[in-house]
């Protein structure tokens, strides 16, 4: 069997800030309430997503990955992570704001969690009009000012908060300090990681169990990168049916494609996996005479092998593009 496009069945996670935007934004169709994170290409050991479409119909990422292996996930990613698929894709719902949180280098999350660390970025698709992101810090601080704030409750007086819409975009990488505020729903490219130290709460109680969520100030302190940046909203260019870079890392690129008609990818290259997030519109994509529909709020894989494949939107689209 050869390898196609892949769609996967996501995953929902209940969170206790989680809210509806999942099902009535993005038609995910999760059942129950509090539906904060659908998560759409994953390999995290216990979540692992399965094929929703074609032959390979309820095979998982990790079992793909090791049968198919630079095929799928491209030469140089597989020579540098084996079979371990580098990317976890999610889109995230917060009707209440998230918890303020850091995550730890890929050295440190390696020695203390076996992991990689956790790289991110965001892209906003909808926002409340009040709607904050809060990423770094307001003013330069080292670690003992820093625990003074937290020691006396305080450390929201020196977060970073930024007026957030639809279309802006962050890089968080790690160390940085960081938390998605109520009424942002967004699509999050990461590492393959669930290592998140939270710093502060709000006293909430988490109604599943009834006790407020664990802190992890001291993991926290000896990662937390206290350098203020100028500006933390990520500029793009906006061009049609090109490429438009969005944020690259060592660790992923993402562009973003803003498609008013046919196109044609070549990825001849880039000797890596692409995956596209639709987040406006819908399009088709052809593979060998074969079309995939991609829809907002879905997300697709293309195998590294494919190297030549077609976009036409049905109507204006927007799509990110993700590869390594």
């Excluded at 038609?27 to 509090?34: I, M, Q, S, Y």
């Excluded at 003013?139 to 820093?146: C, E, F, I, T």
């Excluded at 938390?179 to 393959?192: D, Y």
């Excluded at 490429?243 to 993402?254: D, E, G, M, R, V």
């Amino acid at each position: 069997m050869n390898l196609y496009p892949l769609k996967f069945t996501p995953i929902s996670k209940y969170r206790l800030w989680g809210g509806n935007k999942l099902n009535t934004v993005l038609n995910k169709g999760f059942k129950g309430d509090n539906n904060g994170e659908s998560w759409e290409i994953s390999d995290v050991k216990g979540d692992e997503t399965k094929v929703a479409n074609g032959e390979f119909f309820g095979k998982t990422l990790k079992e793909l990955s090791e049968q198919f292996k630079g095929q799928l996930l491209g030469n140089n990613v597989y020579k540098t992570f084996g079979t371990e698929f580098p990317l976890l894709i999610k889109f995230i719902d917060a009707k209440t704001p998230l918890s303020i949180q850091v995550h730890p280098h890929d050295h440190i999350a390696k020695e203390c969690h076996d992991s990689f660390g956790k790289n991110e970025m965001w892209y906003i698709m909808d926002a409340d009009d009040s709607a904050e992101i809060i990423v770094g810090f307001n003013k330069q601080l080292d670690k003992n000012s820093y625990s003074k704030y937290l020691e006396n409750n305080k450390v929201l007086e020196v977060l970073n908060s930024v007026k957030t819409k639809a279309g802006d975009a962050f890089n968080i990488p790690t160390g940085r300090v960081h938390a998605i505020g109520s009424g942002v729903l967004l699509a999050e490219i990461q590492q393959t990681s669930d290592i998140t130290y939270r710093i502060y709460d709000y006293d909430r109680v988490d109604k599943t169990t009834g006790e407020k969520r664990e802190l992890h100030n001291d993991l926290a302190l000896d990662v937390l990168d206290f350098e203020v940046q100028e500006a933390y909203t990520t500029a793009y260019k906006t061009e049609s049916n090109v490429s438009n870079k969005l944020i690259h890392t060592p660790y992923f690129k993402t562009n973003i494609i803003y498609l008013t008609k046919e196109i044609n990818k070549d990825y001849s290259k880039i000797d890596s996996f692409v995956i596209y997030i639709c987040t406006e519109g819908c399009l088709e994509i052809t593979v060998d005479n074969a079309n995939y529909s991609l829809a907002k709020g879905e997300s697709i894989l293309i195998p590294a092998i494919i190297n030549q494949l077609k976009l036409t939107p049905q109507k204006e689209s927007k799509i990110l593009e993700v590869y390594y």
